[in-house]
């Protein structure tokens, strides 16, 4: 298969005249060295996204680059045999819009190293509606079950269960059978989240404790919100339960004392999905693809745009306006 001698990219500039993003075209000589190439079809929006699309957090590390921190596609080169013309791939987060250029854009090029198969029971676009809060969510599942979490130790608390982490956790942590119990402030969204698993969906006050121990309530959970929140689900875990810490979207201050760990044994876990050792990183994909799959994809899929709507969707994410997951069309 041919490629473009030019095409179009979401570009990210910092220069002597101020931080920039939009849609340019560019060359595939432009873009970061890598033994693969492929042909985007999807990405998808993440919160980190918005922030290195818009310059509201200090994300890339170099300029110009490429954004996207997901994309999935099929090769169209390779220098490493493992990969083949015509497979397809994804791969999401391991530098990309943060170090070397990302996924929006009509070419990609990759190291192989990062570089996933697609799991059978996936298509691109379900990929990238999973993409990187759908592999968070799975990889804090997979710590938790490492860890020894069971459906018998109790429900499992999400909080920011609206967004697009806590969404698809909701959905991935039902489907591998355990009882999940979606903390969310928007109260309209209860429909939703029972819709997509949740047996129970609570206000914010349910973590809204300020003592360092309570009763326990919960299993365990994945906590997208950091501070007072986090604080609170940790003095609400049932003993040696397991709680995920994935986001900050409060604050990523944590003001608590050592009671729930020496007293319950409960853990903390922390999921940094970016820099997953590729074993890890295939297992949880292949979960994904299978026992782990999401019911409600088409659900959580809450927009589909282009890569020209994307300034609209960042601002829309960052004032806390977003829902679900935002899958964009690259072709």
């Not at 990969?83 to 996924?103: A, H, I, M, N, P």
């Not at 990062?114 to 059978?120: D, E, G, K, T």
């Not at 079950?145 to 130790?153: C, V």
């Not at 409960?266 to 074993?279: K, Q």
Request: hydrophobic share 40%; glycine share 12%.
């Amino acid at each position: 298969m041919s490629i473009s001698p030019s095409f179009s990219a979401f570009r990210i500039h910092s220069d002597d005249a101020g931080y920039r993003s939009g849609l340019e075209q560019v060359a595939l000589d432009q873009l970061s060295p890598g033994e693969v190439v492929i042909r985007a079809s999807w990405s998808s929006v993440n919160y980190k996204d918005a922030l290195a699309g818009t310059g509201k957090g200090k994300i890339l590390r170099r300029f110009p680059l490429v954004g996207g921190i997901d994309v999935a596609g099929e090769v169209v080169a390779s220098t490493d045999p493992a990969f083949r013309e015509g497979d397809k791939v994804l791969t999401t987060g391991c530098g990309l819009s943060e170090t070397r250029d990302g996924g929006y854009s009509q070419y990609v090029r990759l190291e192989s190293k990062w570089v996933i198969p697609l799991p059978a029971g996936l298509s691109l676009r379900e990929a990238m509606i999973l993409g990187t809060a759908g592999f968070t969510a799975a990889l804090a599942l997979f710590r938790m079950k490492e860890n020894r979490q069971s459906p018998a130790h109790g429900p499992l608390a999400v909080t920011g269960a609206t967004g697009g982490v806590g969404s698809l956790a909701v959905d991935i942590f039902s489907r591998a059978g355990f009882e999940v119990h979606a903390i969310s402030g928007k109260a309209e969204a209860a429909d939703y989240l029972t819709t997509i698993g949740a047996s129970q969906v609570l206000g914010r006050d349910a973590l809204g404790t300020t003592r360092p121990m309570e009763s326990a309530r919960f299993g365990g959970g994945l906590d997208n919100v950091g501070g007072p929140m986090l604080t609170s689900l940790l003095a609400q875990t049932t003993p040696y339960g397991n709680v995920a810490s994935a986001g900050l979207a409060a604050t990523a201050e944590l003001d608590m004392t050592v009671m729930p760990f020496i007293i319950r044994g409960v853990s903390l876990l922390g999921v940094a999905s970016a820099g997953t050792a590729r074993d890890v990183r295939e297992d949880v994909w292949q979960l994904l693809g299978n026992d782990w799959k999401p019911r409600h994809l088409d659900t959580i899929c809450t927009r589909e745009v282009g890569l020209g709507e994307l300034p609209g969707v960042f601002e829309t994410m960052l004032s806390g306006k977003s829902f679900g997951r935002t899958v964009v069309r690259v072709d």
